[in-house]
């Protein structure tokens, strides 16, 4: 057990829909990383955030926007749904730098279909 | 463009011989670099990191090499066990991108008994 976790763990929906993912990183850890896995484009980055504010963008897409909140915890919120948006998608929080160690720990992810 | 390759995508291994995991980077930025376990359908397990100021890390049966010239890294297992079959995944980051990270599509090891 990492010590993340996410909500929820499946999620079905239809093409158009908007759909919430929820993240609780690690106690203590104050950046969130969200990542997608997909079968041709394996783990991708999508956004981080630290201590409630944006510090990196990757490949995320503008239908899709995150936040982090003052208790640390984080939602990926995916909009205009399309069947390619059909992914795994992870949450992954670090200490960020506490004794010069960056390595960051996932959740269990949360598989979304798109019909 | 991949910026982390691990040009294996399988490897077969016997119980009690070395695994050993290849990895090459492009990106000269990255200064931190880990690898990855992973299960189907459950998420990354962190196994081990080096920063390019070293050039090797151990940790029990894993160990980690560093080769910057190179800019490639290797995740030797000693001695492979049968539940170390997975796909492992390698990863590179940097400071100036929050240290996100670029991973490469990963090796399939299985450990045969």
């Known amino acids: 057990d990492s010590g993340v976790t996410q909500t929820p763990k499946h999620l079905i929906t239809a093409t158009g829909q908007r759909v919430t993912l929820r993240c609780s990183p690690r106690s203590g850890d104050l950046s969130v990383y969200w990542y997608q896995q997909s079968l041709d484009q394996g783990l991708q980055f999508l956004i981080q955030?630290?201590?409630?504010?944006?510090?990196a963008k990757g490949n995320i897409l503008e239908r899709f926007s995150a936040q982090q909140f003052p208790d640390l915890h984080s939602e990926l919120n995916l909009s205009s749904l399309e069947l390619g948006d059909s992914a795994l998608y992870f949450c992954?929080?670090?200490?960020?730098?506490?004794?010069?160690?960056?390595?960051?720990?996932f959740g269990p992810g949360t598989r979304l279909t798109v019909t | 463009d991949q910026q982390v390759k691990q040009n294996s995508p399988s490897l077969s291994v016997q119980e009690g011989r070395i695994s050993i995991l290849n990895c090459d980077y492009t990106n000269s930025m990255f200064d931190y670099f880990l690898w990855y376990k992973k299960y189907p359908a459950e998420g990354p397990t962190f196994l081990i990191s080096?920063?390019?100021?070293?050039d090797k890390n151990e940790d029990g049966r894993f160990t980690v090499f560093l080769n910057k010239s190179a800019k490639h890294l290797s995740l030797h297992i000693v001695p492979s066990q049968p539940g170390d079959s997975a796909v492992y995944f390698c990863a590179a980051s940097y400071a100036n991108s929050g240290y996100a990270l670029n991973f490469g599509k990963g090796t399939s090891l299985l450990v045969t008994p």
């Open positions: 992954a929080s670090s200490a960020h730098g506490t004794s010069g160690r960056y390595e960051q720990y």
């Open positions: 955030y630290y201590n409630g504010e944006e510090r």
């Open positions: 080096i920063s390019s100021i070293k």
